[in-house]
T-cell receptor
Framework: DAGVIQSPRHEVTEMGQEVTLRCKPISGHNSLFWYRQTMMRGLELLIYFNNNVPIDDSGMPEDRFSAKMPNASFSTLKIQPSEPRDSAVYFC????????????FGSGTQLSVL | GENVEQHPSTLSVQEGDSAVIKCTYSDSASNYFPWYKQELGKGPQLIIDIRSNVGEKKDQRIAVTLNKTAKHFSLHITETQPEDSAVYFCAASRSGAGSYQLTFGKGTKLSVIP
């Protein structure tokens, strides 16, 4: 298995632009997470999907952030409009188990908003 | 909610020496404690975990210990090698039906000096 696949690996954009991050979870995993990693705040859970349904989006910073999971093999995290404080590494992770324990992380998207 | 504190934030050891990273948690109901290793440019990867019904677990050169009474757990790496250099994260969760929330520590950057 190729593991969790994220794209792009790096994204540089200007303030105000729309940014879309993509994730393909491991086949058969029914839980998907989006995390944000910064030096100041560490790893923060943004949103959790179970069987393609958003269960907990309380970590989404504000309305500028949205996430979708149209099917079991694809998820997107969108920021519109982007701001410099959104600069961070964004990770997607999936898990095969319920209750969720072992997370399998992708390699992340390094986002820089200028 | 759960709060996980991790110390130290940085740790340098000579190759062959041991390294110890410590974490404390606040929620006495937490019962699952994984450790993740994050290499440069990659996502965190699970390296070992322990449940609250076990006091110690070992896997080759790494071991974890858990003190439920004191609510702290530790990662021990013996005979460190340069490839052990990475950022290590501890985490805690309540593992049960419907649970999904892992709370991560802020991480420890381990440098193994050849």
């Amino acid at each position: 298995d190729a593991g969790v696949i994220q794209s792009p690996r790096h994204e540089v954009t200007e303030m105000g632009q729309e940014v879309t991050l993509r994730c393909k979870p491991i086949s058969g995993h029914n839980s998907l997470f989006w995390y944000r990693q910064t030096m100041m705040r560490g790893l923060e859970l943004l949103i959790y999907f179970n069987n393609n349904v958003p269960i907990d989006d309380s970590g989404m910073p504000e309305d500028r952030f949205s996430a979708k999971m149209p099917n079991a093999s694809f998820s997107t995290l969108k920021i519109q409009p982007s701001e410099p404080r959104d600069s961070a590494v964004y990770f997607c992770a999936s898990s095969p188990l319920s209750p969720v324990e072992k997370l399998f992380f992708g390699s992340g998207t390094q986002l820089s908003v200028l | 909610g759960e709060n996980v504190e991790q110390h130290p934030s940085t740790l340098s050891v000579q190759e062959g020496d041991s390294a110890v990273i410590k974490c404390t948690y606040s929620d006495s109901a937490s019962n699952y404690f994984p450790w993740y290793k994050q290499e440069l440019g990659k996502g965190p990867q699970l390296i070992i975990d322990i449940r609250s019904n076990v006091g110690e677990k070992k896997d080759q050169r790494i071991a974890v210990t858990l003190n439920k009474t004191a609510k702290h757990f530790s990662l021990h790496i013996t005979e460190t090698q340069p490839e052990d250099s990475a950022v290590y994260f501890c985490a805690a969760s309540r593992s049960g039906a419907g649970s999904y929330q892992l709370t991560f520590g802020k991480g420890t950057k381990l440098s193994v000096i050849p």
